[in-house]
């Protein structure tokens, strides 16, 4: 079954200590992208990465880093949690690119509240 | 940069038809798509359209663009209470990411 999986699913953290949040997908995509979802705002892209070992910012990197090594894995990565950075996250795949009309596929999401 | 506009609540009865509205800036979007999320849960594609076309139908979904005015909607017939969720619409502009909207809940009352 086709599957983006994201660990954990629900987290409460304090400010400061560093967390990583991992999403693994079973469909050797070539694209995995990382979001955050806030109420009014809704999906903002963290970073993306078109392959292994390539990635870049989205629209809202600021206090995030994000890995490639692997194509199957793309773990998100928060050094030093502040509140703000309380959202829900999620993890998306595809076989290439958005612009080219693949089906994307997301994870179940993350709840992240950082105190 | 490109931006995607939805109302941000709905409320229909059920048995009626629900349009859900969005609009977007920019007019080189390839690819439009509508994401439903239940609560508690993650996004799942309903249906997407390709830029070059005007309507596409679903079953009980149908998708109309109106590339002119940049509007984007997506008509649910014979709305349930199982249709009650948050509807995002999503373009992809650029080759690297999806541009959502804000979210439009929609509330089937019986």
């Known amino acids: 079954e086709a599957q983006v999986t994201q660990n954990p699913r629900y987290l409460i953290t304090v400010t400061g200590k560093k967390l990583t949040v991992t999403c693994s997908q079973n469909?050797?995509?070539?694209?995995m992208s990382w979001y955050r979802q806030d109420p009014g705002l809704g999906l903002r892209q963290i970073y993306y990465?078109?392959?292994?070992?390539?990635?870049d910012k989205g629209d809202v990197p600021e206090g995030y880093k994000v890995s490639r090594k692997e194509k199957r894995n793309f773990p998100l990565i928060l050094e030093s949690p502040s509140p703000n950075q309380t959202s829900l996250y999620f993890c998306?795949?595809?076989?290439?690119?958005?612009?080219?009309?693949?089906?994307?596929?997301f994870g179940e999401g993350s709840w992240l509240t950082v105190v | 940069g490109e931006d995607v506009e939805q109302s941000l609540f709905l409320s229909v009865r059920e048995g009626d038809s629900s349009v859900i509205n969005c609009t977007y800036t920019?007019?080189?979007?390839?690819?439009l798509y509508w994401y439903k999320q239940e609560p508690g849960a993650g996004l799942q594609l309903l249906t997407y359209?390709?830029?070059?076309?005007d309507m596409k139908q679903d079953q009980r979904l149908t998708v109309l663009l109106n590339k002119k005015d940049k509007h984007l909607s997506l008509r649910i017939a014979d709305t349930q209470t199982g249709d009650s969720a948050i509807y995002f619409c999503?373009?992809?502009?650029?080759?690297?990411?999806?541009?959502f909207g804000t979210g439009t809940r929609l509330q089937v009352t019986l």
């Open positions: 998306a795949s595809s076989y290439q690119t958005p612009y080219s009309g693949n089906t994307i596929y």
């Open positions: 469909m050797n995509h070539e694209y």
């Open positions: 990465s078109m392959n292994v070992e390539v990635t």
């Open positions: 920019d007019s080189s979007s390839t690819y």
């Open positions: 359209i390709f830029s070059n076309m």
């Open positions: 999503a373009e992809s502009y650029t080759a690297s990411k999806l541009t």
